[in-house]
């Protein structure tokens, strides 16, 4: 395995950074689009809402797909080109979704929207690889307001276009939106050399990082379990807004705005991590987390308690998840993309499995026992958290 050092910086680029912020928005929006939407889309092809809503499941499942076997091959591939390459895929799929005559082919558009949209976690790397180690946080954080940002936006923009025409709209303009940022990015990249070995060999060398990273497994498992907990209110928002608030799609998507100050929130979370404070944000961000979930809770009976929850659980995810990176990406510098993978997979796995878990706990327990499950999640990111904490106090005294 070889690697070679690029000297590039590309952290006074401001243009080139808030472009591939921006990149990062849409390739992460794609995902998000039918969060709002379950209700309209249900109307339109009248099937049952519960299998509706698995469209959100799908979507989520093809993005830790993509993470797993797309991903790692950001380290042998040139990056220039495979990133346009692939949001041009996930355009694709969009522009299925857009024209899908039944559940069956909206379903296939989403999971090639998912599938090809990991261009976003091969940006994130390919930007701390072409920039100094002491701006790491800061660049990840901007690229991830960017990429939560868009996550949110693109929510709240499906819910505004749905109700004042089709909610088949949003599908469309993404899909243009995807292919116009895909070829600036094209023309825009500087060439980053890449690591040279085989896509097989990836996989092998991603089961050694975790057999001897033990962190990135404690930090994978922190960020899945912290999305999972996320992803339970993805599930459920246009259910529960509907059914509690009589809200209309356009009412549910701007609900999700109150998370753009948490998104904002990364560039400064991500300096601060820079400085040698990841462990208290990481610890912050699970309280807040916890927090949250008592103002979900009585969200079911007030929508300012919702909206609040809401807030502050995208605050408490995006401190996790920023920590979290800053200290995966500093592991080695030789394999961002395959450590990149390797957490984001877990961490989509986790996002999928909290979508799922939030569908079963509404539809056997409603609103209360969805909020049961997701604080218990938050228990879960608590413990490996601590059990990071613990390894890095005992590497250290085993190293005086």
């Avoid at 591939?20 to 099937?47: D, K, R, T, V």
Wanted: charged residues 10%.
């Amino acid at each position: 395995m070889h690697s070679i050092e690029n000297p590039l910086d590309i952290s006074e680029d401001k243009a080139l950074l808030w472009l591939m912020a921006i990149a990062c928005g849409i390739c992460a929006g794609a995902n998000y689009y039918s969060q709002p939407l379950i209700h309209s889309i249900q109307l339109y092809f009248q099937e049952p809402e519960s299998k509706v809503a698995l469209t959100v499941t799908f979507a989520q499942v093809s993005y830790a797909l993509g993470l797993l076997f797309i991903v790692p091959m950001g380290d042998i591939l040139n990056k220039t080109k495979f990133i346009p390459f692939l949001m041009f895929l996930s355009a694709l799929g969009l522009f299925i979704c857009a024209f899908s005559s039944n559940l069956v082919m909206l379903w296939a558009g989403t999971i090639i929207a998912g599938l090809f949209s990991v261009a976003a976690q091969i940006l994130i790397p390919f930007a701390t690889m072409a920039v100094k180690p002491n701006k790491t946080g800061e660049v990840v954080g901007l690229l991830m307001s960017g990429l939560l940002v868009g996550i949110l936006v693109s929510t709240s923009l499906a819910g505004l276009l749905s109700n004042l025409f089709n909610w088949k709209l949003i599908y469309i303009i993404s899909g243009i939106l995807m292919l116009m940022v895909a070829v600036v990015l094209n023309a825009r990249l500087p060439y980053l050399a890449s690591t040279k070995m085989s896509y097989f060999s990836i996989f092998k060398s991603m089961g050694i990082l975790l057999k001897e990273e033990r962190r990135l497994v404690y930090r994978a498992l922190t960020g899945a379990f912290a999305f999972a907990t996320m992803s339970i209110l993805f599930s459920t928002i246009a259910i529960l807004m509907t059914s509690s608030f009589k809200l209309t799609d356009v009412m549910v998507g701007c609900i999700t705005l109150v998370g753009i100050f948490g998104a904002l929130a990364t560039k400064k979370i991500g300096k601060i991590a820079d400085q040698g404070f990841g462990k208290a944000i990481t610890w912050a961000g699970i309280a807040i987390l916890a927090t949250s979930w008592i103002f979900l809770y009585l969200g079911q009976h007030y929508l300012w308690s919702y909206i609040i929850g809401f807030g502050l659980t995208n605050l408490g995810l995006a401190a996790v998840h920023t920590s979290n990176q800053n200290v995966i990406f500093n592991l080695r510098p030789d394999a961002k993309s395959r450590i990149n993978s390797i957490y984001m997979t877990s961490y989509f796995i986790g996002g999928a499995t909290g979508s799922a878990l939030g569908i079963y706990a509404w539809h056997h327990g409603g609103w209360a026992m969805a909020c049961i499950v997701g604080l218990g999640l938050v228990f879960f990111a608590a413990v490996f958290a601590l059990l990071d904490q613990r390894y890095v106090a005992q590497y250290k005294a085993s190293s005086l």
